[in-house]
């Protein structure tokens, strides 16, 4: 078994053993860091679903209200006219075959990757690079579009993907810890909404089964998952 550390414990110290609403959680937060970087913070949730089937797989993509704290880089796959308004939206790379050649060359300096439709068949040839990478475009994350201006917009504005697990896990990046608790409730609102948007008709009982947030070095908070179900 891991040796817990003196910081770690002392931190699990300042945690209540109950379940957190989210604006106290999201305040509860702003005690707990201990790193000398500006720490990520994390939801978690455990789904009532089972990804197995095709109709209870949960995916998509939500744009932040107040944005992750990360710097992101986009790459878009584009040709004629596109390739223009992807650069003119602020796209770090733009290509087609070029892009896919520098793909298999190994240089992958991107966080998103977008692509028109007309480019499908071109990344395909890359797409077993791309897709352990999680960086395959699909059209349930906005990826795959004619509105490159929009895509790349929401992609470094704030946007958020989010994919369940064989498990019914999910996990997603809501902001820094220097957000204020209020930016961060918001974000963390928004993410659970698009959850809760998402639930599959066929899914039966408790969709949220379990949910936690926490910084990239603390402990989880555990959050009461009867009041995110009826977030909105």
Known sequence: MAKVSKRYKALKEKIEDKKYSLVD??????????AK??????????LNVDPRHA???????????????KTV????????L??????????DVVGNDDLAEAIQAGNINF??????????????????????????????????????TKAVNDAKGGQVTYRVDKKGNMQAGIGK???SAEALRENAATFIAAINKAKPSTAKGRYITNAAISLTMSPSII?????LMEIR
């Open 111 to 148: 966080d998103v990757l977008i692509a028109t439709p007309d480019c499908m068949g071109i990344v395909g040839k890359v797409g077993r690079i791309l897709g352990p990478k999680g960086l395959m475009p699909n059209p349930k994350t906005g990826t795959v579009t004619m509105d490159v």
């Open 73 to 80: 880089r986009v790459a878009v796959f584009a040709k004629g």
């Open 223 to 227: 959050l009461d998952n009867m009041e």
């Open 37 to 46: 970087f500006d720490e990520s913070v994390e939801i978690a949730l455990n």
């Open 25 to 34: 959680a999201c305040a509860s937060l702003k005690d707990l860091k201990s």
């Open 177 to 179: 810890v220097s957000f």
């Open 55 to 69: 109709d209870q797989m949960i995916r998509g993509a939500v744009v932040l209200p107040n944005g992750t704290g």
């Open 82 to 91: 596109k390739m223009d308004e992807a650069k003119a939206a602020g796209a």
